[in-house]
């Protein structure tokens, strides 16, 4: 069964700051991997994936992750904080043809100081 | 296209009511999952389908039941309500793996559920 790890549940970072939120993933087969955000009182929104190929991606609003397979690790980053940022961040991992379904962390709380 | 949409939005029962949360979606998507979010635990998986008339347990199903009736439809049960059901539910769906890589699973915007 795969599982993910989130370290921190509270992060917070000034305004302009480079924002780094940690996610490790256990998994015996080579896993999908996720990011998602829920900001408050809202639905959770996809902000990027790893699948297949490419092991830096690209997401929504500046945000971006890169697979380390020999880490074990999906770290989410964006080069400098904006107020808009702040939200709950949840890394999820899924396995190829198990039906999409998603093991989610605990999730990451990322307050923007001004 | 209004996605994916819960009813209700906020619910107060007593323990040992019933009570049914319904999740639709217009994007004719063959997947849906019901989630409960609980603080410092994330979302959890209680049941999901893969389409019309099939239903599956995820990882915490024990007091719950659903039904996959119509394909955009998804329904969740709560027989006899208990205060450990009190939550967040999510209700999310995505297209059938079989022809890409991965399908994004999108979310509804929730039911918050209190049991006295």
């Known amino acids: 069964a795969q599982s993910v790890t989130q370290l921190g549940s509270h992060v917070s970072v000034s305004e302009g700051a480079l924002v780094l939120l940690r996610c490790n993933y256990s998994?015996?087969?080579?896993?999908?991997l996720f990011w998602y955000v829920q900001y408050p009182n809202q639905g959770l929104q996809l902000l990027l994936k790893?699948?297949?190929?490419?092991?830096l991606v690209k997401g929504i609003n500046g945000f971006e992750a890169e697979f380390k397979k020999s880490e074990t690790s999906f770290h989410l980053t964006k080069p400098s904080a904006h107020m808009s940022d702040a939200a709950e961040y949840f890394c999820?991992?899924?396995?190829?043809?198990?039906?999409?379904?998603?093991?989610f962390g605990t999730g990451t709380r990322l307050t923007i100081i001004p | 296209n209004a996605g994916v949409t819960q009813t209700p939005k906020f619910r107060v029962l007593k323990t040992g009511q019933s009570m049914t949360l319904l999740c639709a979606q217009d994007?004719?998507?063959?997947?849906m999952y019901w989630y409960r979010q609980d603080p410092g635990m994330g979302l959890r998986l209680i049941h999901y389908?893969?389409?019309?008339?099939?239903?599956a347990k995820g990882e915490v199903p024990d007091g719950y039941n659903v039904s996959r009736l119509k394909k955009q439809n998804f329904l969740l049960g709560l027989e006899s309500a208990a205060p450990s059901q009190t939550s967040v539910y999510f209700c999310?769906?995505?297209?059938?793996?079989?022809?890409?890589?991965?399908?994004?699973?999108?979310f509804g915007p929730g039911t918050r559920l209190t049991v006295l």
């Open positions: 999310a769906s995505s297209a059938s793996g079989r022809a890409v890589v991965y399908n994004e699973q999108f």
């Open positions: 998994s015996s087969v080579p896993p999908y």
């Open positions: 790893y699948t297949t190929g490419a092991t």
């Open positions: 999820a991992v899924s396995v190829p043809f198990g039906n999409e379904k998603l093991t």
């Open positions: 994007m004719n998507h063959e997947y």
């Open positions: 389908s893969v389409g019309e008339g099939t239903t």
